[in-house]
């Protein structure tokens, strides 16, 4: 499936402009347009809870064919298919992509720093639509868990890092032969995220660059950071080598070596982009929520975590906290919940299951031990210390 971008020549007076995802692509695609000088008519989600966004009124979805002279823009990276699918089932020819209006300079005052770093990433919704168009199976990204251990014990944190009494670190052995078999099972991976933990902690990075550096399936690599350890000078040899990028947290008075690293980043000639942590979301504590069936499916749908899948010890999970819940024993994920890339894999199978975890399932065992990682959550400071 093709899908056009809008650009700023097919606005025409009268035209009503609905942004379709009432999340951070939809407040990137609003500012936007501002700054074309372009007013939306109104946002569209699935989300009942979710009524005005950006002052603006959001409609339900089986009511934009009902709007006259409609342009929908299809403002998600993760449901690009099942709207455009959605639309065409619906009637709605009209629908266009936002991939010119994520390349549009806005100012920053007006746009969270979640939004920044989609704008600065915008590769992987271009990616998201090449895949659609060619019929590839693709995922948008991963987190490849390198460590447990982590130099800043966070209480809020998602992942739940802090709560491994015993942290380990994973080895090469189980992290190359299962990422491959993974490899084998799709045709493409965007960005690959090595993370923890605390990444620079873990002591086989430098080989593990020179690994994932050769994996032709891989179009991008990114090192997650605190910003509290500079490596020695051969990491970032490897990391400018294998044309890694550095994704630094600053979470304030924890993050001491934002200067340092980005001093480094400039000298050898990385690409790295800063994220200034002011407030996370809350996610909450491991226990368990009596949800009914309907609240876990809106948690799920509402979830940015949704489609973060976590590679973690020759497995894939869903998300993070799906695979460190299991990981510090707070709960075991439900049959199917997972994917196993260990050992000898049929490739056939495994595609099957992997079609399956990411695009057919509603909801997961872990989303009863979660409040959800939504743009609508509760805010709370970042990296706030146990």
Not at 181 to 201: A, K, P, Q, S
Request: glycine share 6%.
């Amino acid at each position: 499936m093709i899908i056009k971008a809008y650009q700023k020549e097919d606005y025409f007076e009268g035209q009503n402009i609905i942004i379709y995802g009432a999340g951070i692509y939809g407040e990137i695609a609003f500012n936007a347009l501002k700054t074309w000088g372009v007013s939306t008519y109104c946002f569209a989600d699935r989300n009942e809870t979710v009524t005005v966004k950006c002052g603006l009124p959001v409609i339900r979805p089986d009511e934009i064919k009902k709007v006259n002279n409609a342009a929908v823009l299809l403002a998600s990276v993760n449901y690009l298919n099942e709207m455009a699918e959605f639309l065409s089932k619906e009637g709605v020819q009209n629908f266009y992509s936002i991939s010119e209006l994520l390349e549009t300079r806005i100012d920053d005052k007006n746009i969270s720093e979640y939004s920044k770093d989609i704008i600065r990433n915008s590769g992987g919704y271009r990616f998201n639509l090449e895949s659609l168009a060619n019929d590839k199976f693709t995922l948008r990204n991963i987190d490849l868990v390198v460590t447990e251990y982590c130099n800043l014990r966070c209480k809020d944190c998602g992942s739940l890092i802090p709560y491994y009494q015993k942290p380990r670190h994973v080895s090469l052995e189980e992290i190359e032969n299962p990422l491959r078999n993974f490899l084998d099972t799709i045709d493409e991976l965007y960005e690959l995220r090595l993370l923890g933990g605390e990444t620079f902690v873990y002591p086989y990075l430098s080989s593990l660059l020179d690994l994932c550096g050769k994996l032709d399936k891989v179009k991008r690599i990114v090192i997650y950071t605190n910003s509290t350890i500079v490596p020695d000078d051969l990491i970032f040899e490897k990391i400018k080598k294998n044309g890694v990028v550095l994704h630094m947290s600053n979470y304030g008075i924890y993050s001491t070596k934002v200067y340092e690293l980005e001093q480094k980043c400039s000298e050898y000639g990385i690409e790295y982009y800063t994220h200034e942590y002011c407030e996370w979301r809350n996610m909450g504590t491991t226990e368990f929520r009596d949800y009914n069936p309907d609240t876990v499916k809106r948690i799920y749908m509402m979830c940015d975590n949704a489609k973060c899948p976590s590679f973690y010890r020759g497995k894939l999970y869903i998300c993070p906290r799906a695979a460190h819940g299991e990981g510090i024993g707070a709960f075991k994920n439900a049959e199917g919940e997972s994917v196993d890339f260990t050992g000898i894999i049929d490739i056939h199978e495994k595609r099957k299951e992997l079609n399956t975890l990411l695009k057919e399932k509603e909801l997961f065992h872990a989303c009863y031990y979660c409040n959800g990682n939504s743009v609508h959550a509760k805010p709370i400071p970042a990296a706030v210390q146990l």
